[in-house]
């Protein structure tokens, strides 16, 4: 079956970087694109930033862009999401999720359980 699975997550101040990582596995990881989504408190789900299935291309949401970088490496079936210059704002629980296709669509089938991260002094 599907795993998605994201750790790096935690407590980091604002200036500060986190990085990232979702482990998938139970499909053929490279011929997807994959994104990160987060979900600050109160708020509904944002999607970040997402990555072609064979890495050729990124997007991200204009309250990333400069400070957020998505990589892969499909050998080791993983997406990151490098976070640096992190504001208090950026504190939200971060999902990893499948696209449906090699480009990015935002038409997702599966989801990781998250990993939070708090920016604060």
């Known amino acids: 079956q599907v795993q998605l699975v994201e750790s790096g997550g935690g407590l980091a101040q604002p200036g500060g970087s986190l990085r990232l990582s979702c482990a998938a596995s139970?499909?053929?990881?490279?011929?997807?694109?994959m994104s990160w989504a987060r979900q600050a408190p109160g708020k509904g789900l944002e999607w970040v930033s997402g990555?072609?299935?064979?890495?050729?291309?990124?997007y991200y949401a204009d309250s990333v862009k400069g400070r957020f970088t998505i990589s892969r490496d499909n050998a080791k079936n993983t997406v990151y999401l490098q976070m640096n210059s992190l504001k208090p704002e950026d504190t939200a629980l971060y999902y990893c999720?499948?696209?449906?296709?090699?480009?990015?669509?935002?038409?997702?089938?599966?989801w990781g359980q998250g990993t939070q991260v708090t920016v604060s002094s």
């Open positions: 139970g499909f053929t990881f490279s011929s997807y694109a």
């Open positions: 999720a499948k696209d449906t296709a090699q480009v990015v669509t935002t038409g997702y089938d599966y």
């Open positions: 990555i072609y299935s064979d890495g050729s291309d990124t």
